[in-house]
């Protein structure tokens, strides 16, 4: 592969603005063609000029109605999956996903903050952000924390008058826009006897071991895969663990940041809010959208039940 003097030139600025921003150590090897990994969430000590994003509220109905966010716009990830059985949690397709979001005036390049419900929701800031990554919105993140960190920390920052320590115009490098953060469900099951991808089960370890609470059609997990219920990545306070609390929590389950990771959940929802996090760490992690709701409906497809 020839590399251009101003290719280079670019990867030395971008690797600059990473040290500024959000250092992350190497992980993974990257798939050909594909730029450095943006975060996909944020936290309330980010310095970036919130007042430049679109707010996309996604908290339940009730917590809208309780605690408005003026000028938001209001969408939920069901509106951007499909629901009919067995396909139940597939995203959408990709041109369906993308009219639904330019129908709220939203465009690729716009910078979109997600708000969720954050512990007492499901993940489902995790899965819009996925969703429109997905779509090629690059420019799309949650924040940690959800509405609790907007209402006490955005809104007052956002208000105050100093000054921005960075561009409003500053954007994060765009990912490449063939670049699928998913996976589906036929080259999973081709991986299985190889072991190519760890898998990390990311509902509660009642469904690990064989209940179905939420529709599944046969309980149990997918064979190999490692109980990591996805609330166990928040601390104490409801924010996301830091990088070494996680990488430490997925080192004891026997995980290695080298190797690619497919997480799956009932229909694709919290799982891919873990995907984001191990993304946003450095791990090459898979959102498994059709999840339970698409495996466990096929009965020639394995599954195990216990620890």
């Given at each position: 592969?020839?590399?251009?003097?101003?290719?280079?030139?670019?990867?030395?600025?971008?690797?600059?603005?990473?040290?500024?921003?959000?250092?992350?150590?190497?992980?993974?090897?990257?798939?050909?063609?594909?730029?450095?990994?943006?975060?996909?969430?944020?936290?309330?000590?980010?310095?970036?000029p919130?007042?430049?994003?679109?707010?996309?509220?996604?908290?339940?109905?009730?917590?809208?109605w309780?605690?408005?966010?003026?000028?938001?716009?209001?969408?939920?990830?069901?509106?951007?999956?499909?629901?009919?059985?067995?396909?139940?949690?597939?995203?959408?397709?990709?041109?369906?996903?993308?009219?639904?979001?330019?129908?709220l005036?939203?465009?690729?390049?716009?910078?979109?903050?997600?708000?969720?419900?954050?512990?007492?929701?499901?993940?489902?800031?995790g899965?819009?952000?996925?969703?429109?990554?997905?779509?090629?919105?690059?420019?799309?993140?949650?924040?940690?924390?959800?509405?609790?960190?907007?209402?006490?920390?955005?809104?007052?920052?956002?208000?105050?008058?100093?000054?921005?320590?960075?561009?409003?115009?500053?954007?994060?490098?765009?990912p490449?826009?063939?670049?699928?953060?998913?996976?589906?469900?036929?080259?999973?099951?081709?991986?299985?006897?190889?072991?190519?991808?760890?898998?990390?089960?990311?509902?509660?370890?009642?469904?690990?071991?064989?209940?179905?609470?939420?529709?599944?059609?046969r309980?149990?997990?997918?064979?190999?895969?490692?109980?990591?219920?996805?609330q166990?990545?928040?601390?104490?306070?409801g924010?996301?663990?830091?990088?070494?609390e996680?990488?430490?929590?997925?080192?004891?389950?026997?995980?290695?940041?080298?190797?690619?990771?497919?997480?799956?959940?009932?229909?694709?929802?919290?799982?891919?809010?873990?995907v984001?996090?191990?993304r946003?760490?450095?791990?090459?992690?898979?959102?498994?959208?059709?999840?339970?709701?698409?495996?466990?409906?096929?009965?020639?497809?394995?599954?195990?039940?216990?620890n």
């Amino acid at each position: 592969m020839k590399v251009f003097c101003g290719y280079g030139i670019y990867l030395f600025s971008l690797s600059l603005f990473w040290a500024f921003w959000l250092p992350l150590s190497a992980g993974p090897k990257a798939q050909s063609g594909e730029t450095q990994e943006t975060p996909w969430f944020l936290s309330k000590e980010s310095s970036l000029p919130f007042t430049q994003f679109t707010i996309l509220d996604v908290r339940s109905s009730l917590q809208r109605w309780k605690n408005k966010v003026p000028g938001s716009k209001v969408i939920s990830w069901e509106e951007l999956s499909r629901t009919d059985a067995p396909h139940k949690g597939e995203l959408l397709e990709l041109k369906l996903v993308r009219k639904r979001i330019y129908d709220l005036g939203i465009k690729e390049n716009d910078s979109i903050l997600v708000l969720g419900d954050g512990t007492g929701g499901w993940g489902e800031e995790g899965r819009i952000v996925w969703s429109l990554r997905e779509a090629g919105f690059s420019q799309a993140f949650w924040l940690d924390g959800g509405f609790e960190t907007f209402e006490k920390e955005i809104q007052k920052k956002t208000n105050s008058k100093s000054e921005s320590n960075i561009s409003s115009t500053t954007k994060f490098p765009k990912p490449n826009s063939n670049l699928s953060y998913g996976i589906q469900k036929e080259e999973l099951v081709k991986s299985l006897p190889s072991k190519e991808y760890q898998i990390l089960d990311t509902r509660e370890p009642r469904e690990y071991i064989g209940a179905t609470p939420y529709g599944e059609s046969r309980g149990g997990h997918i064979p190999g895969a490692k109980s990591a219920f996805y609330q166990e990545l928040f601390d104490a306070k409801g924010r996301i663990k830091s990088k070494a609390e996680v990488e430490l929590y997925l080192k004891r389950l026997g995980i290695q940041k080298e190797k690619p990771i497919v997480a799956y959940c009932t229909g694709g929802v919290r799982s891919a809010f873990v995907v984001g996090i191990l993304r946003t760490y450095g791990y090459n992690a898979y959102n498994y959208a059709g999840s339970m709701w698409e495996w466990s409906h096929d009965p020639k497809l394995p599954l195990e039940t216990g620890n």
